[in-house]
């Protein structure tokens, strides 16, 4: 039996191939697999088991970027409204912020490691976390709820030979990218506008900024994925979680500034987590080495509890 090899496949790998499983396995002619393995009528029982377990050999060890392609490639369809947003956000924020309110604003709100910096440095590293944590509140609830109930695509995908847990993990590393492009799009924008005092040691807080967005992100994933109907619950957390967040974590003025009983939510929040280490990585906002681990501690203790969570209830109702 002949290897099909489409025009323009790379060179298939070097995992051995069952006797009697003539199979393709380049990435790029995968749909082709799918013919190749429908034998002909004179193959045996155990010639076609051999050759359906070969072709989904390689979607069982990649199953997560599979995934991922899946959900970038579903993207796509309001490619141009993330590359705009993406962009344009930070230049209105930015703009607005430095050539409005930074104007009647006369004295400095925080110090650097070389002293009083201006409004606009101090909210550019707050502002990227949102923007990474807005990325999470649009991609981890109505798209799972259509995963799930409007479209079903989640249970698509699990009828192939991925495993279960391939989706959460292929849609997080998906949302993740795109979260990675909008911070990154602000640090870029932020070190235009000259807000940036340390460039090199800044463009880590594009990493904290992503973990902070997976910090709120994934624990809603795990509560959308649950969801069986949808009831308001999305609006309430828009308006009564993510809104708050965006308000009382110290994004547009320091933390203390607040008064004390509300000074609790900036602790919780990985919105302020995340815009500390932006402060401290983009122009040395003054902090202490243990404060930093406890930044990072509860953003890693978030991101992976929901993670635990998320995939957890994805398998529950995959199964």
Avoid at 116 to 141: D, H, I, K, Q, R
């Amino acid at each position: 039996m002949t290897e099909f090899t489409p025009a323009g496949s790379t060179p298939a790998d070097s995992t051995p191939e069952p006797p009697g499983a003539a199979v393709d396995r380049t990435r790029v002619s995968d749909g082709a697999t799918i013919r190749t393995n429908a034998l002909g009528p004179e193959a045996s029982l155990e010639e076609r088991r051999r050759a359906a377990l070969a072709g989904g050999d390689r979607p069982r060890r990649f199953g997560w970027w599979y995934a991922c392609e899946t959900f970038l490639h579903s993207m796509r369809a309001y490619g141009w409204t993330l590359v705009v947003g993406g962009i344009g956000s930070p230049l209105i924020y930015l703009l607005g912020l430095g050539l409005g309110l930074a104007a009647v604003i006369p004295v400095s709100v925080a110090d650097g490691a070389a002293g009083p910096v201006s409004y606009v440095t101090f909210v550019a590293p707050a502002l990227a976390v949102t923007a990474a944590v807005s990325v999470g509140m649009e991609e981890f609830t109505y798209p799972v709820m259509a995963g799930f109930k409007w479209r079903k695509t989640f249970f698509g995908i699990a009828a192939s030979p991925l495993a279960t847990r391939d989706i959460p993990a292929g849609l997080v590393l998906a949302v993740a990218m795109r979260m990675a492009f909008v911070t990154g799009a602000y640090y870029l924008i932020t070190v235009a506008f000259g807000a940036v005092d340390r460039p090199l040691l800044g463009a880590l807080s594009v990493l904290t900024g992503v973990l902070a967005g997976l910090a709120f992100g994934l624990p809603l994933l795990a509560y959308s994925a649950s969801l069986r109907e949808d009831r308001g619950q999305m609006a309430l957390i828009q308006r009564f979680v993510f809104t708050p967040l965006f308000l009382f974590s110290g994004t547009f003025y320091p933390l203390a500034t607040l008064p004390a009983w509300l000074q609790p939510i900036g602790w919780l929040s990985p919105v302020w987590h995340g815009a500390e280490l932006g402060r401290f990585l983009t122009y040395g906002a003054p902090t202490t080495a243990w404060l930093v681990v406890v930044h990072l501690a509860v953003l890693a203790l978030y991101a992976a509890l929901g993670a635990v969570l998320a995939v957890r209830t994805f398998t529950r109702r995959l199964a």
